[in-house]
């Protein structure tokens, strides 16, 4: 068995946790931040190299204006206090979206923070920001015409947000719900799905680790026999 790489992670169901315990859909992204916190200290501990989060989907602008203000606080704020706590545990930050719609701000702060950790090399966090899959395949095609390279699988995956990442090995989305949500679309092709009905703040280490096990015992093919 090889050990996973790359956990890919959809964080669905904050906005029910937050209406059902909180009656707010806000706390729930903000107990959805801690369940984050947890994931990213358990990937270390189980020697994960790359694990990539979906933050903020190309979609996600069409929610209300203040739930999106509310998000981009987050953000800040984890960007913020947690800097320090990313680069004493060996973390990089890597983020992949289009980043042209944040507030300049946030958009800084990114740059900083992906420059204060690039040289770490214990775990890679990527933040999915303002990412779409399709709206990625356009920009690499579009490289590809101007600069008139041929197109082929090795180029395409090379033109990339998640140029020089290895695939995922398994995607978890919590939630309930079974669906990719334009995320990842080219990446997951061979990658293991695992779809759970916990909303993302009730999302825990026990629950990490059994989906971990369960992902040592399958025999991965890519496609061969045995
Ligand atoms: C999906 O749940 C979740 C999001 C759109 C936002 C995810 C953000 C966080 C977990 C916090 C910020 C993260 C970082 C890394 C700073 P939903 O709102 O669609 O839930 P619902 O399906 O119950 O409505």
Redesign the pocket.
């Known amino acids: 068995m090889i050990p996973p790489k790359h956990v890919a992670i ?10 059902k315990n909180k009656n707010s ?1 806000n706390l ?3 107990a ?2 801690k ?2 916190e947890t994931i990213i200290r358990s990937s270390v501990k189980n020697n994960i190299k790359f694990l990539t ?5 190309t979609e ?1 602008w069409k929610r209300p204006k203040l739930e999106i203000k509310f ?1 981009m606080n ?2 800040e704020t ?2 913020i206090e947690k800097i320090n706590n990313l680069v004493n545990q060996g973390i990089s930050l890597k983020v992949i979206g289009d980043l042209k719609k944040f507030p300049k701000k946030i958009q800084d702060q990114l740059i900083n923070a992906q420059n204060k950790t690039k040289k770490n090399t214990k775990l890679k966090l990527i ?1 999915a920001l303002n990412y779409g899959s399709k709206n990625e395949l356009v920009h690499a095609f579009k490289i590809l015409k101007k600069k008139r390279i041929s197109v082929n699988e090795f180029n395409i995956s090379n033109n990339l947000f998640t140029k020089n990442i290895p695939d995922p090995d398994f995607l978890i989305r919590t ?1 309930n ?1 079974h669906r990719l949500s334009n995320f990842l679309l080219w990446q997951l092709a061979y990658t293991e799905l695992f779809f759970e009905k916990k ?2 703040p009730d999302f825990n280490n026990n629950d990490y680790n059994r989906i971990l096990r369960n992902f040592r015992k399958i025999q991965r093919n890519f496609g061969r026999i045995k």
């Open positions: 959809i964080m669905d169901g904050n906005g029910r946790w937050g209406i859909r729930g992204h903000k959805g931040l369940t984050v989060l979906y933050a903020f989907s996600n998000l987050l953000l984890f960007l933040l939630g719900t909303l993302w």
